[in-house]
């Protein structure tokens, strides 16, 4: 089944969420597919990008279009349809249908392996796992790929045995890596790979986005591509979550802050940092608020919570920008301490006290 959309005809299956990113990085899904085609892919990938902007994805799809049985690829079968044939981008797609497609979107091909995070680290045990299957050929995939997601969270034992690997990789093996950034990984496994960075997604795509699958209003679906900085799947989350009621509550209590007690504020706050998850959440919607109201004097345009550009038109004359600014570096402080598991109720306590100092 094909579905036609305003930019090119894709299967059904491109249009799922895990997906729907990737009609806006086709150009380079495209190369990367006619480099294997043309037997001149890397053995090894690196995709680095914003959560969010399709890294894993692009990553499983390439693995689909380079093992899919209606597509020609080196030592697989000849097309069965013409329906993906041909010389336009529209030719990255698998067909989403064949044996090896469905098992691989469905996570169960024998040759398409995902190593994800053992909590907060991909550890060597995983790694050494997957040499020793790496020792034995693939079992029916034409070409083995393997997807190291969120490898900027290997620890140094982990990134050793891995470079290993990459030394001197297995014969019809691609293994791909995802990250954020390179710097956080270790340079020789960088330097031995082929760097692909995804740009974050632009606002109107997202908007469409929104408004297509997830029945956002467009006022709603512009507000929450502002806010996801360039991330799909961030915008989908806010969107599924109600995001924009928790950010308008939370936006009312700090404005409110100035005439309440300071019992009131420390009770705020310990509300705030009794989920750590949540906390960080919340120091984005007040960090994109402090840079709203210290852009709004400068360029009112730009401000990201248009929205609400009456209640930062009252708001932002309030204090001066090395004031907000000040503000927003205790919000990065606070964030520095929910990743190292530092006093974190303490820092909010400080942060809310000096949020609400600055209307006084």
Request: proline share 4%; net charge neutral; glycine share 4%.
């Amino acid at each position: 089944m094909i579905i036609r959309t305003k930019e090119i005809d894709l299967p059904a299956f491109a249009l799922s969420s895990e997906f729907n990113s990737l009609k806006y990085h086709i150009k380079t899904l495209s190369y990367l597919t006619r480099a294997f085609e043309a037997r001149n892919l890397s053995h090894a990938l690196l995709f680095t990008g914003l959560q969010g902007v399709g890294k894993q994805a692009a990553a499983k799809l390439l693995s689909m279009a380079c093992n899919c049985f209606k597509r020609a690829v080196p030592g697989g079968s000849e097309p069965e349809t013409d329906e993906q044939s041909g010389d336009d981008e529209s030719n990255i797609w698998p067909c989403g249908r064949c044996r090896s497609c469905q098992k691989i979107l469905n996570n169960s091909h024998p040759d398409i392996l995902l190593i994800r995070p053992t909590g907060s680290l991909i550890k060597i045990d995983q790694v050494r796992s997957l040499i020793q299957k790496l020792s034995l050929k693939p079992y029916e995939a034409a070409n083995r790929f393997i997807i190291i997601s969120d490898a900027d969270s290997m620890n140094p034992e982990a990134g050793n045995a891995l470079l290993k690997v990459l030394e001197e990789p297995p014969d019809r093996t691609t293994i791909m890596l995802t990250a954020r950034q390179v710097s956080n990984l270790l340079p020789t496994i960088v330097s031995r790979c082929m760097h692909i960075r995804l740009n974050p997604i632009p606002e109107d795509f997202i908007a469409r986005v929104l408004k297509d699958n997830h029945e956002a209003a467009p006022d709603e679906a512009s507000t929450l591509a502002r806010m996801a900085s360039g991330s799909i799947s961030k915008a989908v989350f806010m969107k599924t979550n109600h995001w924009l009621d928790r950010r308008n509550h939370l936006i009312q209590e700090l404005v409110t802050l100035r005439s309440r007690s300071i019992g009131f504020i420390m009770a705020f706050a310990e509300r705030l940092s009794q989920d750590k998850e949540i906390l960080t959440e919340c120091l984005e919607i007040f960090r994109i608020w402090l840079r709203d109201l210290i852009i709004y004097r400068y360029a009112p345009d730009r401000i990201v919570y248009a929205d609400l550009e009456d209640t930062i038109r009252n708001e932002y004359r309030k204090s001066d920008s090395e004031t907000l600014l000040s503000l927003v570096d205790l919000i990065h402080t606070v964030q520095k301490k929910i990743e190292s598991n530092g006093n974190v109720r303490l820092s909010t306590e400080i942060l809310m006290m000096k949020m609400a100092g600055q209307y006084r």
